[in-house]
């Protein structure tokens, strides 16, 4: 299972691989899915991993909360499939962006990791 | 619960509702359900906790101005100073805004008044307005489909006789009775002007205003049908206005317009301003359209006179704007004070977020904590702005306080002495506006004296808060700061050296001795009214009204000179201690030189101050003729062409030659008409000085015997009174000018040594402001500059302890320590000496207040200015020195403990 600590957001880093990795998530669903509600989201973040990422779905709200800070994503209040008054997320423009650099960091990294685990074994 | 809390609640719960659902669609039981969903959930009360933290982490809360409270009784110097600073910068903001109101802005207090509108007649080739517009006036008056209650009026002065004798000037509209339509005159008793007093036989008839009533009339309540002198008419009062209608501008007593008994030729006859309303459905575009066709007609069928002439519209209240012709001198005074000012303003907010800064590099450490505690940066620049708006909020509410007594106090007061009679919509009351203005400043100032330090103080703190030594050098004054510190030395430079400049003009003036006893004299200026039913063309009536003022001086002069007391009276074009002509003159040597010389060799520049007076001038003054002779009766005549020659004139002038005899005559370089006729000089009068009180002379005086014909409609009595207070006389002179001559106006009755009060008052009223500007630019740069200083100096104590430690020479680190700030003093003393070279340069010499004195790079100037520099090093260096003794004097071993 994979937890998200809170305090991985709160200290920005930009060296740390772990940092942004529930924030990246969310920004990359709502690039794919469109705008979605906080129970949806998690729903498809879980669904996407096809299930092996389960999130405590409580911790999205700080997460969603801390994006909203940052201005990369937006909410207004709006209807749920169910007809259920929701608070919608949806990416902006700046939150694209982020997104962006955030994917390229990120094969960036993995590559670098990749490229140990490809080492040949001499042995 | 907060709205942020709800929101939160009603998210939640529609987040566990949706998973319930999900899950009892996928068959659990609804109880099931709810706890797999709220399984899946986690910790409600938890979420919702730290939901709540990050918020107030975010947003700028009521902890933080609780905060800011407390950062002013913690730092009791820095809140009298930045307090002091940044109320004196909204004060100044809004006195600034309510004044550039009454110019950029204006707007008529009156129901409609965006809709009332002034015509005005235009040369365009001439750039000039054409005021005689009376012919046009009549020909749309009842032609013009877009403009309501068109009107006119033509300003006089006439004075005003009531039963008891009592006569004084009084400011009238001859105006049409529409006028009281378009500014909602409704009377307070009685009626207003109706078009048929208009007509030319109609009985004479006025309406007074409130003030009027209450000052000349005792406010008394049977003064309808009452008649009254007004210069040579007697109309019956019919009306008496509301308080506050002064249309249309600031007038006093209202008389019809008798357009038929005026002179309506095409350009001429007297100058009037058009009024009116825009009609229901019409624009400033559409009646502009209106009056150009008409215009263009105009100029076709009155072409000799119209060619050249366009009808313009405007607001009404646009006749006093930024965009009329009112004297743009005065506009750009007005707009150098409002740059000066503006100037100041940002360099207090930049200033006091020096200090800001200094105090939140102290608190660098706390800063960083909260950052490890999951602050982001723009949570500590909120909370330092925070800390800046209770700062300047409390400044705000002050300023505001001190700007309504300033505005109530001296600024309507200063208006009139720089304007005369103000327009009856200027208001000075703080308005909502202003009120808005000085919250905007306010924020405004706590972003230039909060945000930026803060954000210069939170850059690379993520940095900092890895370094295990926070604080070690991580902090540094910048290029901007550089800036705002040669820029506040440079203004602490300039400032005195306005208020000496001021100061010294105030000392010219107050100590300026015409050179006789000004006190026993009193000053009575006249004026003689044109014929108010005239139909005769200007220069006739101006021919009338100088000879009449001629014969009815001399019956003036023997009975005021009957009065007991009345020690002499004499009259002159101008009063001592006022303005005089400078005309450049020829001296008789000059042209026999000239010709010796050839006709192409330039002629010496020489100008002489000319004063022309009554012949019995001198005798009244208790003047000495020390050489030749004085004047007498005959050479009043216009061609006997004496003189009378100050030593002035002698000094400066003729270098110290014998005056009697020289031949002086009067050149106009471009004057077809060629030199005036030679004037011989006959005497020398002693002790009598012709200067202007508020210019460096020298002068040299020119004295011609005048008679009252030659002055122009106005002349000066100067009565002399034996013992006692001049102001006395005064009751008896109206009453004899009224008696002998109806329509001779007083202008003004005055001590003569109070000729220039309003000038003074307005000089020391500047130079109180400019004292008060002074004293804050300095008591902030002193501060700030200690303040940046102390902290430079701080910084750097673990950096002399290392240098102390290994053994580094006292003289190189203080160096090193003092050569940025002295560097930043020295630009900014240089670059306030420059300003002021620039000033002095620039305006050699002026008359106005403010205004900086010929020669200003005196030897005392310049030392004044080297001392204050020196003084300005000197709190330069004590700011190093305290903080850099400590440094030096601390072991290495504790030194390099410091942080």
Redesign the interface.
């Known amino acids: 299972m994979f937890s998200c600590r809170?305090?991985t957001y709160?200290?920005?880093?930009k060296n740390d691989v772990l940092y942004g990795s529930l924030g990246m998530l969310v920004l990359q669903t709502l690039a794919a899915i469109g705008p979605l509600?906080?129970?949806?989201l998690?729903?498809r973040i879980e669904q996407i991993s096809d299930n092996q990422l389960t999130?405590?779905?409580?911790?999205l709200?700080?997460a969603l909360?801390?994006l909203q800070?940052k201005e990369w994503i937006a909410a207004k209040w709006g209807e749920?499939e169910?007809g259920?008054?929701?608070?919608i997320y949806s990416l902006t423009r700046s939150g694209r962006k982020q997104l962006e650099s955030q994917e390229s960091r990120w094969h960036r990294t993995t590559g670098i990791i990749d490229r140990f685990f490809k080492i040949p074994n001499e042995a | 619960m907060s709205k942020a809390d709800r929101d939160l609640d009603n998210e939640i719960d529609a987040h566990l509702a949706e998973a319930v659902e999900d899950y009892v669609a996928r068959g659990l039981s609804p109880q099931d359900a709810r706890h797999a969903a709220l399984r899946d959930f986690g910790g409600v009360t938890q979420v919702k906790q730290v939901h709540r933290e990050m918020r107030s982490l975010n947003l700028m809360n009521w902890l933080d101005f609780k905060l800011g409270a407390r950062m002013l009784v913690k730092y009791p110097g820095l809140t009298v100073v930045g307090g002091l600073a940044m109320t004196f910068a909204i004060l100044v903001g809004i006195v600034i805004f309510q004044f550039a109101g009454l110019f950029l802005y204006p707007s008529l207090p009156l129901p409609n008044g965006d809709r009332i509108v002034q015509v005005t007649v235009r040369d365009v080739v001439e750039n000039d307005v054409e005021e005689r517009a009376l012919f046009d006036f009549m020909a749309w008056r009842d032609a013009l489909a877009t403009i309501d209650n068109l009107g006119a009026s033509r300003d006089a002065i006439r004075t005003l006789i009531v039963a008891d004798g009592d006569a004084r000037p009084v400011f009238v509209a001859e105006m049409s009775a529409s006028g009281f339509t378009v500014a909602d005159g409704t009377p307070l008793m009685g009626r207003v002007l109706t078009p048929d007093d208009e007509q030319p036989a109609a009985p004479s008839v006025a309406v007074i205003g409130h003030d009027l009533w209450h000052e000349r009339f005792a406010g008394d309540p049977n003064v309808l049908g009452r008649t009254v002198q007004l210069g040579d008419d007697h109309p019956t009062i019919v009306g008496v206005m509301r308080e506050g209608f002064g249309f249309p501008v600031s007038h006093e007593l209202w008389v019809p317009l008798k357009t038929a008994l005026l002179d309506r030729a095409p350009r001429s006859g007297p100058a009037v301003t058009i009024f009116g309303t825009l009609a229901e459905g019409a624009t400033l575009e559409t009646a502009q359209a209106e009056l150009t066709t008409h215009g263009r007609r105009a100029a076709v069928e009155q072409k000799a006179t119209h060619e050249h002439l366009e009808p313009r519209l405007s607001g009404y209240a646009d006749m006093m704007a930024m965009n009329s012709s009112n004297g743009s001198d005065d506009m750009m005074f007005m707009f150098l004070i409002y740059f000066f000012i503006g100037m100041l303003v940002v360099l207090i907010c930049g200033n006091v977020g020096l200090l800001l800064f200094a105090r939140a590099a102290s608190r660098e450490s706390d800063l960083i904590v909260r950052t490890a505690l999951g602050a982001s940066r723009g949570r500590i620049v909120s909370q330092l702005f925070t800390e800046a708006l209770v700062l300047g909020g409390l400044a705000a509410a002050v300023g505001l306080a001190l700007a309504d007594i300033f505005l109530r106090n001296w600024a309507l007061t200063f208006l009139e002495t720089n304007y005369g009679r103000l327009p009856f919509w200027w208001d000075l009351a703080l308005s909502p506006a202003a009120v808005a203005a000085a919250v905007v400043l306010t924020v405004l100032a706590a972003t230039v004296a909060g945000v930026m330090p803060a954000l210069k103080i939170t850059r690379g703190m993520g940095d900092r808060l890895k370094q295990t030594t926070a604080g070690a050098g991580g902090l540094r004054f910048g290029g901007v700061w550089t800036v705002v510190i040669v820029a506040q030395v440079a203004v602490t430079v300039v400032f005195p050296a306005i208020v000496w400049f001021e100061n010294v003009q105030l000392g010219r003036m107050q100590d300026f001795d015409p050179g006789f006893a000004t006190e026993q004299f009193l000053a009575v200026q006249m004026e003689q009214d044109a014929p108010l039913d005239s139909t005769a063309k200007v220069e006739a009536a101006t021919l009338e009204r100088d000879a009449r003022m001629a014969a009815t001086l001399a019956e003036l002069r023997d009975r005021i000179a009957a009065q007991p007391g009345v020690a002499g009276v004499t009259f002159a074009e101008s009063l001592p201690g006022g303005e005089y002509s400078e005309r450049r003159i020829e001296l008789g040597d000059d042209a026999a030189e000239a010709a010796a010389r050839g006709p192409e060799a330039p002629a010496p520049f020489r100008y002489a101050t000319v004063a022309e007076t009554d012949t019995s001038y001198f005798a009244v003054l208790d003047a000495p003729i020390v050489a030749g002779r004085g004047f007498n009766g005959a050479d009043a005549e216009p061609t006997a062409r004496v003189a009378i020659v100050d030593q002035g004139f002698v000094d400066h002038i003729l270098g110290g030659r014998n005056p009697i005899g020289q031949q002086v005559r009067f050149v106009r370089p471009g004057n077809p008409d060629g030199p005036s006729e030679w004037y011989s000089v006959v005497g020398l009068v002693g002790k009598l000085d012709l200067g202007v009180p508020y210019r460096k002379g020298p002068f040299a005086g020119f004295y011609l015997p005048g008679t009252p014909e030659r002055f122009g409609g106005t002349l000066n009595l100067m009565i002399r009174v034996r013992g006692g207070d001049p102001m006395t006389l005064a009751p008896q002179v109206r009453g004899i000018a009224a008696a002998v001559d109806p329509s001779l106006r007083l202008v003004q009755v005055q001590r003569l040594n109070e000729l220039n009060a309003g000038m003074l008052w307005v000089i020391r009223l500047w130079m109180s402001v400019t004292a008060v500007m002074s004293s804050v630019a300095l008591l902030l740069s002193l501060a700030g500059l200690y303040a940046v200083m102390a902290f430079t100096v701080s910084r750097r104590t673990r950096e002399i302890g290392v240098r102390v430690a290994l053994g580094g020479r006292r003289q190189r680190i203080l160096m090193a320590i003092f050569r940025r700030p002295l560097i930043q003093m020295g630009l900014g003393v240089l670059a306030g000496i420059s300003v002021i070279v620039a000033a002095t340069v620039m305006y050699p010499y002026s008359d106005g207040p403010g205004a900086h004195e010929s020669g200003g790079l005196t030897l005392a100037n310049v030392g004044m200015q080297a001392g204050y520099a020196a003084l300005m090093f000197g709190v330069c260096l004590l700011a190093c020195v305290v903080p850099t003794r400590r440094a030096l004097n601390i072991e290495p071993t504790v030194a390099l403990r410091t942080e």
């Open positions: 809170l305090s709160m200290v920005p880093d509600h906080g129970y949806r998690a729903r999130l405590n779905q409580g911790t709200y700080p909360l801390k800070q749920s169910t259920r008054r929701v608070k």
